[in-house]
């Protein structure tokens, strides 16, 4: 295999094959066949795996507790262009040994952040222009770009929420920056994570003053964008809380409510990742469905919680009951729009060879592919869906159809109650369609 950079990171190992579900080999695919087709689309092109500059490339396994245990070798480069053009030659190298097509990032994830404002934007033009020469020998695309408007101290109060104008300020011409990046590098979407978007405490915050500033930056951004020709689709993360107390974005409801709050329902949709959704109290079958019913179902943040833990551990996905269940509503609701699925995942702290980045990818992406085959499955070879329309089947003709189309009126429903009499129960039959999944599996 041709090498992208003339210095090989990953040395070794070579691109990750599919061998199937009888393979030994841990540098193989045992489930993720990218040309196998799945419910009309091949799984490539159903899941479009990207991989996340921030965890990959960055995280180096420091935690509260401790520094990094990661020893990046294109951390070692004193010079802040010289260490970003060495980052980008591994994370091509990476990307393509896996036989991804996508990859996406924070602007500070492809060079460090400089001094001023000015030299920032300096940094990020170069880099810009060297990962475009990255991409065009590779092949490999930009799932989307983003801003990283919270780890800088200047933040810790907000970004577009922050009581201090010259900070939102701040923010907007950071959030420019990141989205001329994007568009210079053809990124089919954009990605607004309100990592400080929220509070600490209501006794010193003007929650209603703040949400309108926030609705109307989200809007001053998409109309910047659409004026540059931009015409990907813009992505809303939901968090409930951590880093902040609470966040704005705290699940799917709350930003679908938010977004025609504010007149954004057109342009954005929603990134929805399985560690946040367990925060929230909800599964990630949950979340999706919530963004599904609104048309909103725009991308996903692949990752777990630890479940016995409540703050956020990004670890690569492995609960196939979880990932089976949500390619349910994948699949039902004709999958993302626009987007794809990016391992917003880190190895952990004590796994500290560079092949551990294999491992945790090819796990990710094939508990994923299982899980789809699984739910097709399910919809398409057992009484999954005949169980499902059996218990609305009372609204498929007569009175209940017709209240569905706006036939009746609460005098309707009142007379029917009362020539009804008493109802037998109908079972929900939850054991059974458990059962179901648990077959497939």
């Known amino acids: 295999m041709a090498l992208i950079g003339n210095t090989e990171f990953y040395k070794g190992i070579g691109e990750i094959p599919f061998e199937g579900k009888e393979s030994d080999n841990p540098l193989a695919f045992k489930y993720y066949n990218p040309e196998q087709v799945v419910a009309g689309k091949t799984m490539r092109d ?226 929805l990742e399985v560690n946040h959704a367990t925060l929230a109290s909800h599964t990630m079958q949950h979340e999706m469905e919530v963004a599904a019913a609104h048309g909103m179902l725009g991308s996903i943040d692949a990752n777990r919680g630890d479940y016995q833990n409540g703050w956020d551990t990004d670890q690569f996905p492995n609960n196939i009951t979880e990932v089976t269940e949500a390619m349910l509503t994948f699949l039902k609701a004709g999958g993302l729009q626009g987007g794809g699925i990016n391992f917003d995942a880190k190895i952990r702290r004590n796994s500290t060879d560079l092949d551990d980045v294999f491992h945790a990818h090819i796990g990710g992406a094939d508990t994923f592919a299982r899980a789809l085959l699984i739910a097709d499955k399910i919809i398409t070879s057992s009484p999954y869906n005949e169980l499902r329309e059996k218990r609305y089947q009372s609204f498929d003709s007569g009175k209940g159809k017709e209240y569905e189309l706006g036939k009746l009126d609460m005098t309707d429903l009142y007379e029917i109650a009362k020539s009804n009499g008493e109802l037998e129960l109908q079972s929900g039959k939850q054991e059974l369609f458990e059962n179901i999944v648990n077959q497939y599996i």
């Open 46 to 271: 159903h899941l479009r795996f990207a991989v996340a500059y921030w965890h990959t490339f960055c995280g180096v396994g420091a935690d509260p507790f401790g520094p990094g245990t990661q020893n990046f070798p294109w951390d070692n480069f004193s010079d802040p262009l010289d260490a970003a053009k060495a980052k980008a030659d591994a994370a091509f190298e990476f990307i393509t040994k896996m036989g991804f097509d996508y990859f996406c990032f924070h602007d500070f994830d492809l060079v460090r952040e400089g001094s001023t404002f000015s030299e920032s934007e300096k940094r990020l033009s170069s880099i810009v222009d060297y990962i475009k020469e990255k991409k065009a020998a590779s092949g490999v695309k930009l799932l989307w770009g983003t801003a990283n408007c919270f780890s800088h101290p200047r933040y810790m109060n907000g970004a577009a929420t922050n009581p201090d104008f010259n900070v939102l300020a701040r923010a907007g011409g950071q959030i420019k920056l990141a989205l001329d990046a994007t568009m210079a590098l053809d990124g089919e979407n954009y990605v607004f994570w309100g990592g400080r978007e929220g509070y600490m405490s209501l006794l010193n915050t003007d929650m209603k003053r703040e949400l309108d500033h926030m609705g109307r930056f989200l809007a001053t951004a998409r109309d910047y964008a659409r004026k540059q020709g931009f015409k990907g689709t813009f992505f809303i993360e939901p968090k409930p809380m951590e880093p902040m107390k609470h966040q704005y974005d705290f699940d799917a409801a709350t930003v679908v409510g938010f977004l025609h709050q504010y007149g954004l329902q057109d342009d954005f949709k929603l990134n």
